[in-house]
């Protein structure tokens, strides 16, 4: 492995760890004040300080470090995470990501920016931190020095990051280095388990070490709780460990103790503390039933005898006292384990690998088909083993595809910045609420849902949300909301986007769309039909930008996004109230479950999850309905009957429903049809071929697959055709589409 | 785990002495305050801090009870823990005047 790859493998992790350190700091946002947030974003700044220290990348250092300090303050409790500050935090992450970035591909992060939240961030390490209950503790002051010294290079102490199987000589170990480490445990320490005195065992397995215990908090006898702490230590250590590795023997008691590890000054230990040497031979307290009876010749004196030289130091076992500890520190790190195991894969072998599964489904198809034409009993024992083979390929193709399955929270958290960003510049004070993050989706659909859903987001802060001043005047909370959701259902993912803003402007948008010849001027359009003309291409104009109070800019581009998935957008407004646009997407663009009918000699494929059931109407259950309209009865409530082929135009005249079948659909929002085809052919899995990426969006077609005989049957996009019988937004929806 | 019964002025510490055992040896301490007592320690394979606390503060109390507090016999593992955090033979002892 050379360098360059380590360093990809380094960039991958601080994408990771600046997902975390977003994820954390949105957290903290929201009110939680659980130290292992505060930990795991100090941890995810630490590491990319670490990783970009290793390769040198000073700027990134430099930032880190100033960052890093000041959530040391946060960490421990020197500065309490105020909205104020975590904004100054989140606009750091975004920073640092940027500096991730511009290290990773080049370029350069603006230096007015970083520089302006280095101060920022100092002058929170510095006086916003509270002096008063740990005015003792000599951290402010180090922070404040830290923080203080200058951002470049010669400002940093190297961060020692080694990876497994490299040498030791490319990143040579700090040797021998003293570090001084105080350490004061809290009550909680005790009562949740962990031993004080095992942390120190543990950390005197790091070097050499001394240690001087300050009992001067301990009350009178009579005046004690037993089972509170008031011991403290100062430690002196020699080793040639990291101060990472100082750290981590304290990683799950961290919370409950005052915990500082700083590098010693060449030769001064700043206290004169007599400190007593703790020898390295501490296996008496590693095994339990050791315990031989040692008199001591003379009372107690032994106890602080000199250390013997240091033998037999080597793996031992926990000691049963650590018992409680080690089960929560076994517990997460068995939970670490677990996360662990994971590999990376370059995303192109995936995709190899899913287009080849895609074509073995195909091929498996056909050759069924063949086999099943020359093999009319169907008993024949190439037939046997061709089904096992189409469950094999069924497993093999579901397996693919959860490899591909990702959840929706990377493009959530990305959104979060855009609502700051945005919101910053247009001077509005907005939250955003994401939910349903760990929904699954092919990383396809989560690649190509973050540009549009970006477009939606800045729609919703620049245009959705009203100013401060408005919404006051309004009676609403002046931070505006906006709430990002995702769930399942029905097969597909449904994305919802949700402002607490002023809705749209609807007097506004129909004389947009009037002045733009989109729609006459004597139309008469629903609310919603008046929400969906910002969908149109004719919305994209400049004025529309700052006119409409609601929404306009770009929405037809963020509408051809969707619909080029395979999915759909639709908008609901209430005045005065706010705006949700919900898109639905397919699961998969891969793969999907279908019914193969057949429509005027046509075969299509009905995708199987919005299928309800299907049925053979008989004559008394069909009653005719205005003068095309027909309705079947079922189960004593009647749904609209729609004819496919007369609504694709594949016939002229409606069919005789008696001859066919009903389906009977659920589409996105909600309303039953029954959508009458001639025959049904069969069940299979179909390969999904996009027919826009192929030929042209098709009004009522959703894509295209391979048939096991080689033709290609169209996919029906149930939910146009459903609207398209209801005849309102079919017009709007199906010739925008075919304009689009 | 309550030391086993012995002689007045005689602790014997249990072999565990933990977060759980820190009440009790207080309250042992405690019922033999003003006399003076020695601490066997020799049973003792696992001591934390807190017993160790408490010890100290006895060994103060009887200090400024002007009685003698005396570690008498000590295992491995107690003078190793004792070493380890810190608590020098001094700070377990006190003196009759």
Same mark, same amino acid.
């Given at each position: 492995?050379?360098?360059?790859?380590?360093?990809?493998?380094?960039?991958?992790?601080?994408?990771?760890?600046?997902?975390?350190?977003?994820?954390?700091?949105?957290?903290? %946002?929201? +009110?939680?004040?659980?130290?292992?947030?505060?930990?795991?974003?100090?941890?995810?700044?630490?590491?990319?300080?670490?990783?970009?220290?290793?390769?040198?990348?000073?700027?990134?250092?430099?930032?880190?470090?100033?960052?890093?300090?000041?959530?040391?303050?946060?960490?421990?409790?020197?500065?309490?995470?105020?909205?104020?500050?975590?904004? &100054?935090? @989140?606009?750091?992450? !975004?920073?640092?990501?940027?500096?991730?970035?511009?290290?990773?591909?080049?370029?350069?992060?603006?230096?007015?920016?970083?520089?302006? @939240? #280095?101060?920022?961030?100092?002058?929170?390490?510095?006086?916003?931190?509270?002096?008063?209950?740990?005015?003792?503790?000599?951290?402010?002051?180090?922070?404040?020095?830290?923080?203080?010294?200058?951002?470049?290079?010669?400002?940093?102490?190297?961060?020692?990051?080694?990876?497994?199987?490299? +040498?030791?000589?490319?990143?040579?170990?700090?040797?021998?280095?003293?570090?001084?480490?105080?350490?004061?445990?809290?009550?909680?320490?005790?009562?949740?388990?962990?031993?004080?005195?095992?942390? =120190?065992?543990?950390?005197?397995?790091?070097?050499?070490?001394?240690?001087?215990?300050?009992?001067?908090?301990?009350?009178?006898?009579?005046?004690?709780?037993?089972?509170?702490?008031?011991?403290?230590?100062?430690?002196?250590?020699?080793?040639?460990?990291?101060?990472?590795?100082?750290?981590? &023997?304290?990683?799950?008691?961290?919370?409950?103790?005052? @915990?500082?590890?700083?590098?010693?000054?060449?030769?001064?230990?700043?206290?004169?503390?007599?400190?007593?040497?703790?020898?390295?031979? =501490?296996?008496?307290?590693?095994?339990?039933?050791?315990?031989?009876?040692?008199?001591?010749?003379?009372?107690?004196?032994?106890? $602080?005898?000199? *250390?013997?030289?240091?033998? *037999?130091?080597?793996?031992?076992?926990?000691?049963?006292? *650590?018992?409680?500890?080690?089960?929560?520190?076994?517990?997460?790190?068995?939970?670490?384990?677990?996360?662990?195991?994971?590999?990376?894969?370059?995303?192109?072998?995936?995709?190899?690998?899913?287009?080849?599964?895609?074509? @073995?489904?195909?091929?498996?198809?056909?050759?069924?088909?063949?086999?099943?034409?020359?093999?009319?009993?169907?008993?024949?024992?190439?037939?046997?083993?061709?089904?096992?083979?189409?469950?094999?390929?069924?497993?093999?193709?579901? $397996?693919?595809?959860?490899?591909?399955?990702?959840? &929706?929270?990377? #493009?959530?958290?990305?959104?979060?910045?855009? &609502?700051?960003?945005?919101?910053?510049?247009?001077?509005?004070?907005?939250?955003?609420?994401?939910?349903?993050?760990?929904?699954?989706?092919?990383?396809?659909?989560?690649?190509?849902?973050?540009?549009?859903?970006?477009?939606?987001?800045?729609?919703?802060?620049?245009?959705?949300?009203?100013?401060?001043?408005?919404?006051?005047?309004?009676?609403?909370?002046?931070?505006?909301?906006?709430?990002?959701?995702?769930?399942?259902?029905?097969?597909?993912?449904?994305?919802?986007?949700?402002?607490?803003?002023?809705?749209?402007?609807?007097?506004?948008?129909?004389?947009?769309?009037? !002045?733009?010849?989109?729609?006459?001027?004597?139309? %008469?359009?629903? !609310?919603?039909?008046?929400?969906?003309?910002?969908?149109?291409?004719?919305?994209?104009?400049?004025?529309?930008?700052?006119?409409?109070?609601?929404?306009?800019?770009?929405?037809?581009?963020?509408?051809?996004?969707?619909?080029?998935?395979?999915?759909?957008?639709?908008?609901?407004?209430?005045?005065?109230?706010?705006?949700?646009?919900?898109?639905?997407?397919?699961?998969?663009?891969?793969?999907?479950?279908?019914?193969?009918?057949?429509?005027?000699?046509?075969?299509?494929?009905?995708?199987?999850?919005?299928?309800?059931?299907?049925?053979?109407?008989?004559?008394?259950?069909?009653?005719?309905?205005?003068?095309?309209?027909?309705?079947?009865?079922?189960?004593?409530?009647?749904?609209?009957?729609?004819?496919?082929?007369?609504?694709?135009?594949?016939?002229?005249?409606?069919? %005789?429903?008696?001859?066919?079948?009903?389906?009977?659909?659920?589409?996105?929002?909600?309303?039953?049809? *029954?959508?009458?085809?001639?025959?049904?052919?069969?069940?299979?899995?179909?390969?999904?071929?996009?027919?826009?990426?192929?030929?042209?969006?098709?009004?009522?077609?959703?894509?295209?697959?391979?048939?096991?005989? +080689?033709?290609?049957?169209?996919?029906?996009? #149930?939910?146009?055709?459903?609207?398209?019988?209801?005849?309102?937004?079919?017009?709007?929806?199906?010739?925008?589409?075919?304009?689009? | 785990?309550?030391?086993?019964?012995?002689?007045?002025?005689?602790?014997?510490?249990?072999?565990?002495?933990?977060?759980?055992?820190?009440?009790?040896?207080?309250?042992?301490?405690?019922?033999?305050?003003?006399?003076?007592?020695?601490?066997?320690?020799?049973?003792?394979?696992?001591?934390?801090?807190?017993?160790?606390?408490?010890?100290?503060?006895?060994?103060?109390?009887?200090?400024?009870?002007?009685?003698?507090?005396?570690?008498?016999?000590?295992?491995?593992?107690?003078?190793?823990?004792?070493?380890?955090?810190?608590?020098?033979?001094?700070?377990?002892?006190?003196?009759?005047?």
């Amino acid at each position: 492995m050379d360098m360059n790859e380590i360093k990809e493998i380094f960039f991958q992790e601080c994408e990771e760890q600046l997902a975390e350190l977003e994820s954390g700091l949105l957290k903290l %946002n929201d +009110g939680d004040r659980d130290p292992e947030t505060v930990n795991a974003v100090f941890r995810a700044v630490h590491s990319i300080k670490g990783g970009a220290g290793a390769f040198g990348l000073d700027d990134l250092v430099s930032f880190a470090h100033v960052f890093e300090t000041t959530l040391d303050c946060v960490r421990s409790n020197k500065l309490e995470p105020s909205q104020d500050v975590l904004k &100054v935090m @989140l606009k750091s992450a !975004d920073v640092l990501a940027d500096l991730v970035s511009a290290s990773r591909d080049g370029g350069s992060v603006e230096e007015s920016r970083t520089r302006t @939240l #280095v101060k920022e961030l100092e002058a929170l390490a510095n006086g916003e931190a509270p002096p008063a209950a740990h005015a003792e503790a000599p951290k402010p002051a180090a922070a404040k020095a830290e923080a203080a010294k200058p951002t470049d290079d010669s400002g940093f102490e190297p961060v020692p990051f080694t990876f497994e199987g490299f +040498g030791d000589d490319e990143e040579p170990a700090v040797q021998g280095s003293t570090y001084e480490i105080s350490f004061k445990p809290r009550r909680e320490l005790y009562s949740k388990g962990n031993e004080a005195a095992l942390l =120190l065992r543990d950390l005197s397995r790091l070097g050499e070490m001394s240690i001087n215990c300050d009992m001067d908090a301990l009350p009178d006898l009579d005046k004690m709780d037993p089972e509170d702490s008031y011991f403290s230590w100062k430690v002196s250590i020699k080793t040639s460990k990291s101060e990472d590795d100082i750290r981590s &023997v304290f990683e799950f008691a961290e919370w409950d103790c005052d @915990l500082e590890v700083k590098l010693a000054a060449a030769d001064a230990r700043d206290e004169e503390l007599p400190m007593v040497p703790v020898p390295f031979d =501490l296996s008496a307290l590693d095994e339990t039933p050791i315990a031989e009876e040692k008199p001591a010749s003379a009372p107690v004196a032994a106890v $602080s005898k000199p *250390a013997s030289a240091a033998p *037999a130091r080597a793996e031992k076992k926990e000691s049963p006292a *650590a018992a409680a500890a080690a089960a929560a520190q076994n517990n997460a790190a068995a939970a670490a384990a677990a996360a662990g195991q994971t590999i990376r894969v370059d995303l192109d072998r995936v995709d190899r690998l899913i287009n080849l599964v895609g074509e @073995l489904v195909i091929n498996q198809a056909m050759l069924s088909q063949s086999v099943v034409e020359n093999d009319a009993t169907g008993t024949s024992a190439v037939n046997m083993g061709l089904e096992e083979l189409q469950q094999l390929t069924r497993e093999i193709q579901d $397996s693919v595809m959860a490899i591909r399955a990702q959840p &929706v929270k990377p #493009v959530f958290q990305r959104m979060s910045r855009i &609502v700051r960003e945005v919101a910053d510049m247009v001077g509005k004070s907005i939250r955003l609420v994401t939910e349903g993050e760990n929904t699954e989706v092919d990383k396809t659909v989560i690649d190509k849902i973050a540009e549009p859903l970006t477009h939606m987001i800045r729609n919703a802060v620049d245009h959705g949300i009203e100013s401060p001043e408005k919404r006051e005047a309004a009676g609403k909370d002046p931070e505006g909301t906006i709430k990002l959701t995702a769930k399942h259902r029905s097969g597909r993912i449904l994305i919802e986007l949700q402002d607490d803003g002023g809705g749209i402007n609807r007097e506004r948008v129909r004389q947009k769309a009037i !002045d733009n010849d989109l729609i006459s001027p004597d139309a %008469n359009l629903s !609310d919603e039909e008046i929400d969906n003309l910002i969908f149109a291409p004719g919305f994209s104009t400049a004025d529309a930008i700052s006119d409409i109070s609601g929404r306009g800019v770009g929405m037809d581009v963020v509408k051809r996004s969707i619909q080029a998935l395979g999915g759909r957008i639709s908008i609901s407004s209430r005045p005065g109230l706010g705006s949700t646009f919900t898109m639905s997407l397919p699961l998969t663009l891969a793969v999907l479950d279908g019914m193969v009918v057949t429509v005027a000699g046509q075969t299509l494929v009905v995708p199987l999850t919005a299928i309800v059931e299907t049925l053979q109407p008989e004559a008394s259950a069909i009653h005719s309905f205005g003068a095309t309209q027909r309705l079947i009865s079922i189960r004593n409530s009647f749904c609209p009957l729609v004819d496919v082929g007369r609504i694709l135009n594949f016939r002229a005249t409606q069919a %005789n429903p008696v001859e066919g079948v009903a389906l009977l659909v659920e589409s996105e929002g909600g309303g039953q049809r *029954a959508l009458m085809v001639d025959a049904i052919q069969g069940q299979r899995q179909v390969v999904i071929k996009s027919l826009e990426a192929n030929y042209t969006h098709v009004p009522g077609i959703a894509a295209a697959t391979i048939l096991g005989d +080689g033709r290609v049957a169209l996919i029906l996009d #149930v939910d146009a055709v459903v609207a398209a019988s209801r005849g309102q937004s079919m017009k709007p929806e199906m010739s925008l589409a075919a304009t689009g | 785990m309550a030391p086993k019964k012995a002689a007045p002025g005689s602790l014997k510490l249990s072999s565990v002495l933990d977060l759980n055992e820190a009440s009790a040896l207080h309250g042992k301490l405690m019922a033999m305050r003003g006399s003076n007592v020695t601490i066997d320690a020799s049973q003792v394979e696992r001591i934390g801090v807190q017993c160790g606390q408490v010890l100290v503060a006895g060994a103060k109390a009887w200090q400024s009870d002007k009685k003698s507090f005396l570690v008498e016999k000590a295992s491995d593992a107690f003078e190793k823990t004792m070493q380890l955090i810190g608590i020098d033979g001094a700070n377990l002892v006190a003196k009759e005047i």
